[in-house]
């Protein structure tokens, strides 16, 4: 019994599933303050090291807890090493990838190269995507999502329309 108790625990707890957006800063050395909301989210994680890296459609970043980082890195490695295109998305997909840590205060550390990606310069949005964290630009991030908004009933319809709610 104990033996399933504690597989059922480790895997509860190493699920990542963020909620909500949060405005912060971030200062002169590229540090941000993670919001307590979000810090206690990220709180099952403690100890454990983030991968950090550059959107692939959007100039954001996402911030990824090593569970979430290690299941996306396993797909990509699976592709095959003998088709040009797959060692291309591989390259730029890995491309600034960073492993950071929050600090004992709860912050972390953004590189310069990242920073320059997404445009970060003082005003952060950090917003919940699921699994990961996406770090925004405040303003990039709210015309995100006022572009999005007018054709966001399209695009649920047309992602979401055939889909079934989970029996329970």
Avoid: H
């Amino acid at each position: 019994m104990c033996k399933i108790m504690c597989i059922f625990a480790e895997i509860f707890f190493t699920m990542a599933e963020f909620i909500g957006s949060y405005d912060c800063t971030v200062d002169s050395k590229g540090r941000i303050i993670v919001p307590k909301s979000l810090k206690d989210q990220l709180l099952p994680f403690a100890g454990k090291k983030f991968i950090i890296k550059r959107s692939v459609f959007s100039p954001c970043l996402e911030l990824y807890v090593m569970d979430e980082w290690s299941k996306q890195r396993t797909m990509v490695n699976n592709l095959s090493p003998f088709k040009k295109k797959n060692n291309d998305f591989k390259r730029a997909l890995f491309a600034g990838i960073k492993e950071i840590e929050m600090d004992s205060t709860g912050r972390i550390l953004l590189a310069k190269d990242l920073l320059a990606y997404s445009g970060i310069s003082k005003d952060v949005t950090m917003a919940s995507a699921g699994n990961i964290i996406e770090i925004w630009d405040k303003a990039a991030y709210e015309n995100d999502i006022a572009e999005t908004n007018l054709s966001f009933g399209d695009l649920a319809e047309e992602v979401m329309g055939d889909k079934e709610l989970p029996q329970n």
